[in-house]
């Protein structure tokens, strides 16, 4: 299975602060993928990235968030205003293609907002 | 809407017992599912997709689109199989995979 690691594992910030969630794809892969989970609730859909570019977000993915892939490595997740709600685990996944195509997730980060 | 429904947030078995997880999806295309499983303090791995009909870790599920089921299935539970299991109903146009509520399972001696 190939790997996907995020960083950080952690990240306690407080309401209002900027945060850059990090995920590295070891092998390539076109498609990149946040999710996020609640404690206590499902996992959730965010976002779909591909070739430099959103390719579908969810409801949940409003202004407050964005990604990047800057130098073709890293695949970013920044929230510019955290807020309570934000708190979740956050988990970056991957997949060859969009179709017929398993995504692989990362460890996740776990998301504090104070 | 796409939707996936795991009715038992836990299931507790005996080691040695049979072992059903419950899926019920709703989607109006062509489904495609999965089931992901999630050991304790590790990642969300791949378990099963309905497309492979193979058998991991002695895990089974037959999509049923009578019933628009996807009941994961083992025939006799190990403890190593106590989990989160998640199941995910992936849509290839919208690329993205919608998961179920996920179901605990317990397996005790």
């Known amino acids: 299975e190939p790997e996907v690691t995020q960083t950080p594992s952690h990240q306690v910030t407080q309401m209002g602060q900027e945060v850059i969630l990090r995920c590295v794809p070891i092998s390539n892969h076109l498609y990149f993928y946040w999710y996020r989970q609640i404690l206590g609730q499902k996992v959730e859909f965010l976002v779909s990235f591909y070739n430099n570019e959103i390719s579908e977000k969810s409801e949940i993915f409003d202004d407050q968030f964005s990604v990047e892939r800057p130098d073709g490595s890293n695949f970013t997740l920044k929230i510019r205003s955290t807020k309570l709600e934000d708190s979740a685990m956050y988990f970056c996944?991957?997949?060859?293609?969009?179709?017929?195509?398993?995504?692989?997730f990362g460890n996740g980060t776990r998301l504090t907002v104070t | 809407a796409q939707r996936v429904t795991q009715p038992e947030k836990l299931l507790s078995v005996f080691k040695g017992a049979p072992v059903e997880l419950k899926c019920n999806y709703s989607?109006?295309?062509?489904?495609?599912l999965f089931w992901y499983v999630q050991y304790s303090r590790q990642r969300l791995q791949l378990l099963l997709r309905?497309?492979s009909r193979e058998s991991i870790k002695g895990f089974t599920a037959d999509l049923n689109k009578g019933e628009t089921s996807f009941h994961l299935k083992k025939p006799f539970a190990q403890e190593e199989d106590s989990a989160m299991y998640y199941c995910?109903?992936?849509?290839?146009?919208?690329?993205?995979?919608?998961f179920g509520t996920g179901t605990r399972l317990q397996v005790t001696l």
């Open positions: 309905h497309i």
């Open positions: 995910a109903l992936f849509t290839g146009t919208a690329s993205k995979l919608t």
């Open positions: 989607y109006s295309g062509s489904p495609e």
């Open positions: 996944a991957i997949s060859r293609d969009s179709y017929n195509s398993p995504l692989h």
